[in-house]
């Protein structure tokens, strides 16, 4: 079964830097779009970004300039890089990807549990 693994939410300062990291595990025979969701208490689901195979990376409008999104192709692993943290980037972090499974060589969007992200003085 596939699935994904989201790491490095934690508490940090307004201004502050963290790294989120989301490892697909499983019968996984190639990855498609990876990308980074969010959703703030009482809010809707967000894009925060996306990035596909090849690399062509895509951001929401709140987190252009500050957030980097990035793959390891070889670890089935993405990286949202997040600077210049703001009160408003609290939110639980979801990683989503777009997996082909063996063995019925078939696509699946699967989503991870989420990491919690709160920015906080």
């Known amino acids: 079964q596939a699935q994904l693994v989201e790491s490095g939410g934690d508490l940090v300062q307004p201004g502050g830097s963290l790294r989120l990291s989301c490892a697909a595990s499983g019968s996984i025979f190639r990855i498609e779009n990876m990308g980074w969701y969010r959703q703030a208490p009482g809010k809707e689901r967000e894009l925060v970004a996306t990035?596909?195979?090849?690399?062509?990376?895509n951001y929401g409008d709140s987190v252009k300039g500050r957030f980097t999104i990035s793959r390891d192709n070889a670890k089935s692993t993405v990286y949202l890089q997040m600077n210049s943290l703001k009160p408003e980037d609290t939110a639980v972090y979801y990683c989503?990807?777009?997996?082909?499974?063996?063995?019925?060589?078939?696509?699946?969007?699967?989503w991870g549990q989420g990491t919690l992200v709160t920015v906080s003085s």
């Open positions: 990035i596909t195979r090849d690399g062509t990376t």
């Open positions: 989503n990807g777009r997996l082909g499974v063996a063995p019925a060589l078939r696509y699946l969007e699967v």
